[in-house]
């Protein structure tokens, strides 16, 4: 197949990038770079079954020839990024999966949608199924993601059903694994670089709020079975095991044989107070469920974050 994938300089994008090459597909990597960086590709850069196109997906897209799957990754993603971009992230949901939509009608291609359990918001049913609403609040900081995610959905769904076009929806739980950018903002790079580095580790609220991390090997495996699924509405994709942020703290302490202690400050705004996926559905339709522990994980995330704070010193010794 040949396959476009939005975003697909970003850390989960570029790991799909990975896997759709390694299975003998052609891809094109899409991206504006705003949070995405071209280290996450760089190794793909000659090859004969890669290309990149540095472009803004929120203005209209022109691809020569055949396109067989859209995988639309592109997103500001941890809430750092879209509070930092906030029209961006409501505009990349709305005109950009507007024009992704438009090329998927065009080339009569597959449309994958990189949905995200934020659409739940701080949810009321735990744990979280796919036909659950969700408790959004749209005016608060984090309604710009929530928000854009939701109605990318919606218009989805609407050029499935109005346009025959052949649509998937993933909803991405907490994910984590090589590649995340150091000063990403969210909880795994936040206590790993923490960890590393000797500092304090900064738990948000009194700790007892809950996560599910899902090792990006997993998700990425994950997608590739939705996409070649007939399913059509939303499948939660991300590991159901449970961990309160106070005990995820010092697991990553004790993995990374850390001395930091760990420290509180005060709970985000709308910040959720739990987040499980029901992968009910997933496991049924596409045979799929997490295979890589949280130990295992984080131990293999760990030496990639060693290497980029390494080359981060490095680069200021040479500046200095």
Sequence with gaps: MRILITGGAGFIGSH???????????????DNLITGTTDNISHLAGKSLFTFIQHDVTNYIFVAGKVDAILHFASPASPMDYLN?????????????????????????????????????????????????????????????????????????????????????????????????????????????????????TVFGDGSQTRSFCYIDDLVDGIYRLLSSPETEPVNLGNPDEFSI????????????????????????????VRRPDITKAQKILNWKPKVGLKEGITKTIPYFRQKLSQRLANTNQGT
């Design 16 to 30: 799909l990038c990975d896997r759709f090459i390694s299975e003998g597909h052609e891809v094109l990597c899409l």
């Design 85 to 201: 971009f906030p029209i961006q992230t409501l505009k990349v949901g709305s005109l950009g999966t507007h024009k992704a939509l438009g090329l998927a009608k065009e080339k009569k291609a597959c449309f994958l949608l990189a949905s995200t359990s934020e659409v739940y918001g701080d949810p009321l049913a735990h744990p979280q199924k796919e036909d659950y609403w969700g408790n959004v609040n749209p005016i608060g900081p984090r309604g710009v993601y929530d928000e854009a995610k939701r109605f990318a959905e919606a218009m989805t769904m609407a050029y499935h059903r109005y346009h025959k076009v052949d649509t998937r929806i993933a909803r991405i739980f907490n994910t984590y694994g090589p590649r995340m950018r150091l000063n990403d903002g969210r909880v795994v790079p936040n206590f790993i670089l923490q960890a590393l580095q000797g500092e304090d580790l």
């Design 246 to 273: 106070s005990d995820f703290a010092k697991k990553v302490l004790e993995i990374a044989g850390s001395p930091s202690r760990v420290i509180h400050q005060p709970l985000p705004v709308d910040d959720p107070r």
